[in-house]
């Protein structure tokens, strides 16, 4: 997109606007509150300041931070490699179809006092949860991608003798990418979430634990706090996501474009 | 086409990540083929799981206690249908997410389809939009504890919170890709209001809007059971949460079981209610067609 600067300055003032006049609003209208509930917006930024750098960070962000990662990347993993294999056993897969659609239907939640008989409580029952739960778009999202596969590139493989090694990464996986990255989006809000759960439940350490704790012995401020750091949190995995899919779907995007 | 493909429209902000489906259609066709005809082995892989399931809970590797067999599940499910707990839990938690479903769709359409005709308003709107559905709603659980207690109104809220932004952000997208040149003829031809709404606005979104309802129906359904499992309300979750104390592991099983039979169900009627309402939707046509 080559805009104009005058154009792109004044799409930048409307984005603007709006949260700004939000963001004040709060702290003007929240500035003197004497509500239990609600205390004022300057109160938790300072206690979210207070608390969480730097010792908030390292107790509570990067457990969780670390959980949701390595959940993801199981998620990922498995969910990739599993899609392909089915997607590349039209047979199979439709034998399997309902049990995965059921799995996939069944909320990661359902599961957890299941994943707590076996697991406990600790980071394998959370991770192994986070990884479950987020699995289910990314491999179905898989299966639709390699199945979508142009026949005339499949033709072309098949009378050039292309190794099967060789049609994964050429043809596969770059037709799958876009649906691949589509699933994956969707996954790690799946994992956000799955991954707070499973901590308000579970052993102390996490942001999810954190804010359930301090609700229960009514410590509204490091709750609020604890609100504001998961949302900051869960905007930037967001957006690192973004940034990865933008980067690797560059050659895509320029070719739709 | 399965849920999965839904979440195209969800990502297509500027430019569309996923391909359009142009190119010859023989590869899907003919997996439809083999989908009518697959009956047998879908229930011979069913059965398959089972019985692994079956002879993994009576090997010794694991003890039965911690492990129930299928038969033992199965009985659990049987023993719970004929409780009442089993079903006031399940009304409930229908009722619950039917209700702050019904909600969602109230305040999300109207109010993204508003969003989305005006460019200023999509502008002004982006970065809150943008924060609000990529933050966890469900770290306000305990907020909304604090305010309304272990209630139906907790279940509602929160449902709404996270199940509002599939909704709205698929009606603004929905809005968007109205097509210029129809808005045009109803303008000249000086159609009315009325009008407009039914013949133009109601078809042209309608797809969209149908999407973001999926995503929304299972967010709101992974949401209520959260809700009933962490804050207590009454419903699946809770009784799931009894049964997990209680150690009885049958029954943690059947419950997870109706739940996963339950998020079927939801993405079934939906899929049906598309059919149904949309048949005559080019997209749809070709899916059936195919």
């Known amino acids: 997109m080559r805009l104009g600067i005058r154009t792109r300055l004044s799409a930048l003032a409307w984005e603007m606007w709006l949260p700004v006049v939000v963001v004040i609003a709060c702290l003007v209208v929240t500035a003197d509150s004497t509500s239990f509930y609600f205390p004022s917006f300057a109160e938790i930024f300072e206690r979210t300041g207070e608390l969480w750098f730097f010792d908030g960070i390292v107790e509570n962000v990067v457990p969780s931070l670390l959980r949701i990662l390595i959940g993801f990347a199981i998620a990922l993993v498995v969910g990739i490699v599993g899609g392909i294999v089915l997607g590349l056993l039209p047979r199979f897969e439709q034998a399997v179809r309902p049990i995965l659609e059921f799995l996939r239907a ?23 949860l986070i990884a479950l739960a987020s699995m289910w778009p990314i491999l179905l999202n898989t299966i639709d991608g390699v199945r979508s596969v142009e026949p005339v590139l499949l033709r072309m493989a098949a009378s050039y003798r292309l190794p099967m090694k060789t049609r994964i990464r050429y043809i596969y996986v770059p037709n799958a990418a876009p649906q691949i990255f589509a699933g994956a989006r969707l996954a790690l809000t799946i994992a956000t979430v799955v991954m707070v759960v499973t901590e308000m439940i579970g052993s102390p350490g996490g942001i999810g634990y954190f804010i359930l704790d301090s609700q229960r012995s009514f410590n509204i401020l490091n709750m609020w706090s604890g609100i504001v750091v998961l949302g900051v949190l869960g905007y930037l995995l967001n957006f690192g996501a973004r940034l ?11 070719k739709n474009a | 086409m399965t849920a999965t493909t839904a979440t195209a429209p969800v990502a297509a902000k500027a430019k569309p990540p996923v391909p359009a489906k142009t190119g010859p259609r023989a590869t899907s066709a003919a997996a439809a083929k083999r989908t009518g005809a697959g009956l047998v082995p879908k229930i011979v892989a069913i059965v398959a799981t089972l019985a692994l399931w079956q002879l993994v809970a009576m090997s010794p590797l694991v003890d039965t206690d911690s492990l129930p067999t299928p038969v033992m599940v199965v ?4 023993g719970l249908w004929g409780s009442d707990a089993y079903w006031t839990a399940l009304g409930t938690t229908l009722r619950v997410w039917a209700t702050g479903l019904a909600l969602s769709a109230v305040i999300g359409i109207p109010l993204g389809l508003l969003i989305g005709t005006s460019l200023r308003a999509t502008q002004s709107t982006r970065w809150i939009i943008d924060f609000f559905r990529s933050i966890p709603t469900i770290a306000l659980l305990p907020l909304v504890l604090l305010l309304f ?12 919170l996270s199940a509002v932004w599939p909704l709205l952000i698929q009606s603004m997208y929905a809005a968007k890709q109205v097509e ?13 209001t009325a009008d407009r709404l039914r013949y133009l606005w109601a078809p042209s979104v309608s797809l969209f809007v149908f999407t973001g309802l999926r995503l929304s129906a299972t ?13 207590g309300a009454p419903g699946l979750g809770l009784e799931l949460s009894h049964m997990e104390q209680a150690f009885k592991r049958p029954e943690v099983f059947a419950y997870a079981i109706t739940a ?18 949309l048949w005559w939707h080019p997209i749809i046509r070709e899916e059936r067609g195919a």
């Open chain 2, 75 to 78: 009985d659990a499910l049987f």
């Open chain 2, 180 to 192: 210029p040149l129809h808005k045009w003829v109803v303008r000249v031809f000086r159609i009315s």
């Open chain 1, 244 to 254: 990865v899919e933008g980067r690797v779907l560059d050659w895509h995007n320029k």
């Open chain 1, 106 to 128: 069944t909320p990661g939640v359902a599961l957890m006092p299941i994943a707590i008989i076996f697991l406990g409580i600790g980071d394998t029952m959370k991770i192994f």
């Open chain 2, 149 to 160: 207690g272990a209630t139906s109104r907790m279940e509602i809220t929160m449902i709404v």
């Open chain 2, 219 to 231: 967010m709101a359904l992974l949401m209520t059971i959260s809700a009933e499992y962490i804050g």
């Open chain 2, 260 to 277: 996963g039979i339950l998020g079927l169900l939801i993405n079934a009627i939906v899929v049906a209610a598309q059919r149904r309402l």
